[in-house]
Every structure is written in structure tokens, then in C-alpha cells.
């Protein structure tokens, strides 16, 4: 009965071992053969290419400026001269200020742009 319990701790032994080395083994492999992380896209750019893929190619950027956490806000036109209209875009997603989730885009714009899209203090 000992023999065999000896026999159970040597092979979960061999088997962490295998494990271990195989882990090893495709980290250098990794290392060495140049696997990259694609740079993360800069934030303008991100929500240019949302604004492109919800609007399609006719929509216009007005102006944008960078919020927190890599938000950016602006104003964009639906269609080249129409009315311009807020958005908020995030990494994951982007948000105008027309879409049926108004309260959803004002705490967007609360929290990731401050100051966007109210009206200036009167003196």
C-alpha cells in the first residue's frame, strides 16, 4: 500500500515538472520569434474610426478634444454641413448625444469629459 502511494506523489511530480517545462519552453519561443502586442491606437484616431463605422463615410468630425481615461468628446456631422451633434467615445464604445440613451450620454460626458458641452459661466 506504501509502494503504491510513493508511486501517485511521483507522477503528479513528473506531470508539474512537464508542465512547468513545456510553459518554459513556449515563453522563450515567444520571446525569440518576435511576437508583438500591436501598439494600442491613439485615441483620435479610435474615434474617427468609430464615428466612420457608425455614421458611415459622409460624417464629418467638427472638433474633438481628449476627456479622461482616453475619452475623447466632440461634435460631428451626420452628413457633410448638417446639424452637429455631441459624442463621447470610449475604448469600447461611442455614444451621441441624439441616440435614445440621453441619460447614459450626459454621465458619459460627466464623467469622461468635465466641462464639454455646458455653458460657459456668465460674468
Known amino acids: 500500500m506504501m509502494r503504491r502511494r510513493i508511486q501517485t506523489h511521483e507522477t503528479w511530480f513528473v506531470v508539474a515538472a512537464a508542465v512547468a517545462l513545456i510553459a518554459a519552453a513556449v515563453g522563450v519561443w515567444a520571446m525569440t520569434h518576435g511576437t508583438r502586442v500591436a501598439?494600442?491606437?491613439?485615441?483620435?484616431?479610435?474615434?474617427?474610426?468609430?464615428?466612420?463605422?457608425?455614421?458611415g463615410r459622409d460624417a464629418e468630425l467638427r472638433y474633438s478634444e481628449v476627456g479622461q481615461r482616453r475619452a475623447v468628446c466632440g461634435y460631428v456631422g451626420r452628413t457633410r454641413g448638417g446639424q452637429a451633434v455631441g459624442f463621447v467615445s470610449l475604448t469600447s464604445r461611442?455614444?451621441?448625444?441624439?441616440?435614445?440613451?440621453?441619460?447614459?450620454?450626459?454621465?458619459?460626458?460627466?464623467?469622461?469629459?468635465?466641462g464639454f458641452l455646458t455653458r460657459p459661466p456668465t460674468g
Not at 501598439?39 to 457608425?54: C, F, H, L, M, T
Not at 455614444?95 to 469622461?112: A, G, K, N, V
Open 94 to 114: 461611442i455614444l451621441f448625444s441624439d441616440d435614445p440613451l440621453p441619460t447614459e450620454f450626459r454621465d458619459m460626458r460627466e464623467r469622461y469629459c468635465p
Open 39 to 55: 501598439p494600442p491606437e491613439p485615441a483620435s484616431q479610435r474615434a474617427v474610426r468609430q464615428i466612420r463605422e457608425q455614421l
